[in-house]
């Protein structure tokens, strides 16, 4: 089976508890999502979805946030996290696998288009999200 990985952005993240001998399974997970935000202090989920990856040794594990709007390069990186010590053998040994990041009172500079970026091994995963204003506050 080929792989296949998906980021997902939501409001938050709930799964029901974990029982013995089902690590790392997501079932009936619930992804919220609340609009509008309001792009100052906003607190969401990055949710990554990975199948097929069974038994890959991951080497690197990278999440990025970019601020794809901003023509400063040196701006463009709203946050960055190496978490490929993060990642346990054990966790790989499922064909599915899901990863949720917490994002907390995350700070966004402006409206505009915005990435996150998630590098496995030499493979990146991306998806485009927009932030917008709707009224000055």
Same mark, same amino acid.
């Given at each position: ?5 998906? /980021?997902?952005?939501?409001?938050? !993240? ?6 013995? +001998?089902?690590? *790392? #399974?997501? %079932? @009936? ?8 935000? /309001?792009?100052?202090?906003?607190? !969401? ?6 199948? +097929?990856?069974? *038994? #890959?040794? %991951? @080497? ?74 709707l009224e000055e506050?």
């Open positions: 089976m080929n792989k296949i990985a998906q /980021i997902i952005i939501s409001d938050e !993240f709930q799964a029901p508890n974990e029982n013995e +001998g089902h690590r *790392g #399974v997501l %079932i @009936n997970p619930s992804l919220g999502v609340g609009v509008p935000g /309001i792009p100052t202090l906003y607190s !969401f989920t990055i949710t990554i979805l990975l199948t +097929g990856y069974k *038994g #890959v040794k %991951i @080497n690197k594990l990278t999440v990025k946030i970019l601020d794809k709007s901003e023509s400063d390069p040196n701006k463009r990186i709203l946050f960055y996290q190496d978490i490929t010590t993060a990642i346990s053998e054990e966790q790989m040994i499922n064909y599915n696998m899901n990863l949720n990041f917490d994002m907390r009172n995350f700070r966004f500079r402006h409206e505009g288009l915005h990435k996150i970026e998630v590098t496995l091994n030499d493979e990146v995963i991306s998806q485009e999200f927009a932030v917008y204003v506050m």
